[in-house]
């Protein structure tokens, strides 16, 4: 009976085990922004024109913040990331410039 109770402590420890190793590894992947411009069109108004960026600008700024570099190697993205607006909405934002 001893033997029983061992293996089912034994499948319950490798079993935590994995379910661990599992949900490690799959953080990183759901964490990850996903590089989609789309994600910034709340930020179109604040970056075309004076008007100050909005919460959900700042939060969708904030989250394609890593995206930044690719958008700026786009021909037709680059002239809005580059803008004199763009930077003053990111400073606004709390996001710097990036250094690609």
């Given at each position: 009976?001893?033997?029983?109770?061992?293996?089912?402590?034994?499948?319950?420890?490798?079993?935590?085990?994995?379910?661990?190793?599992?949900?490690?590894?799959?953080?990183?992947?759901?964490?990850?922004?996903?590089?989609?411009?789309?994600?910034?069109?709340?930020?179109?108004?604040?970056?075309?024109?004076?008007?100050?960026?909005?919460?959900?600008?700042?939060?969708?700024?904030?989250?394609?913040?890593?995206?930044?570099?690719?958008?700026?190697?786009?021909?037709?993205?680059?002239k809005f990331v580059n803008s004199a607006n763009a930077r003053r909405v990111g400073k606004t934002c709390g996001v710097p410039f990036p250094i690609?």
């Amino acid at each position: 009976m001893k033997m029983v109770k061992s293996n089912s402590y034994s499948y319950l420890v490798m079993f935590v085990a994995i379910a661990l190793i599992l949900i490690i590894s799959e953080a990183p992947v759901s964490m990850a922004a996903t590089c989609k411009a789309t994600e910034l069109a709340s930020c179109y108004s604040a970056i075309t024109s004076s008007s100050p960026p909005s919460a959900l600008c700042c939060r969708k700024l904030k989250e394609q913040r890593g995206c930044l570099c690719k958008y700026l190697r786009d021909p037709n993205l680059k002239k809005f990331v580059n803008s004199a607006n763009a930077r003053r909405v990111g400073k606004t934002c709390g996001v710097p410039f990036p250094i690609c």
